[in-house]
């Protein structure tokens, strides 16, 4: 009896654990430089998970890239990518996450 109310009780943490983490999707239309690496257009995800982010192509294969996570002060209505363009280089700044207070800033 023991052993089946610890087991529900793992499962219970493990499926709130899993809960708090959102995934938020956004396009990548031209290549873009996301730190030191470099996104090719395309589907992406972005995984966050309280301070920590995991970004994966349209494949499934895991970007490891520099990023903080930050608070502001109210909701963002939608998903937004902000980037800037130097010397014809693309450079991912940072994603607001639509329904959150979070955006992901690059390094």
Not at 56 to 70: F, K, P, Q, S
Not at 74 to 87: L, R
């Amino acid at each position: 009896m023991f052993k089946r109310i610890a087991l529900l009780a793992l499962l219970v943490l493990l499926g709130l654990s899993l809960a708090s983490a959102k995934t938020y999707t956004f396009t990548v239309d031209d290549p873009i430089q996301a730190g030191s690496v470099q996104l090719k257009p395309g589907d992406y995800s972005l995984k966050v998970d309280g301070a920590q982010i995991e970004l994966m192509d349209n494949a499934g294969h895991r970007i490891d890239v520099t990023a903080t996570v930050e608070a502001a002060d109210q909701k963002f209505d939608h998903t937004a990518v902000f980037f800037s363009s130097a010397d014809g280089t693309n450079r991912l700044q940072s994603i607001q996450l639509g329904g959150s207070k979070t955006r992901v800033v690059f390094q």
